[in-house]
């Protein structure tokens, strides 16, 4: 079992920032993928942003150039830093690990990001 604790999320005007944490604990593997999805009301959750822990990462184009997910492996820790927020991306934000495709994913609890126009 996995299990991911989020902080991070709040309030902001567009154009402003935040940063999402998220820590994983219990039977981790040392080679895994970590990463962000989101849902806004109505819509299906989507991929945001994936780091793997030899540092391979990928983004949903709407938030490249924007969004920036970092990893520190020692800590099982992985970080979305999200600047020029805009309205659209108001979502829930909920952490992702997978140690492989043969394995299930774990979900974090999400945390609430809204932006303001």
């Known amino acids: 079992q996995v299990q991911l604790v989020e902080s991070g999320g709040g309030l902001v005007q567009a154009g402003g920032s935040l940063r999402l944490s998220c820590t994983a604990s219990g039977s981790i593997f040392s080679s895994n993928v970590m990463g962000w999805y989101r849902q806004a009301p109505g819509k299906q959750r989507e991929l945001v942003a994936l780091a793997s822990s030899d540092g391979i990462t990928t983004y949903v184009d709407s938030v490249k150039g924007r969004f920036t997910i970092s990893r520190d492996n020692a800590k099982n820790t992985v970080f979305l830093d999200m600047n020029s927020l805009k309205p659209d991306d108001t979502a829930v934000y909920y952490c992702?690990?997978?140690?492989?495709?043969?394995?299930?994913?774990?979900w974090g609890q999400g945390t609430q990001v809204t932006v303001s126009s």
């Open positions: 992702n690990y997978r140690a492989s495709v043969a394995h299930r994913a774990y």
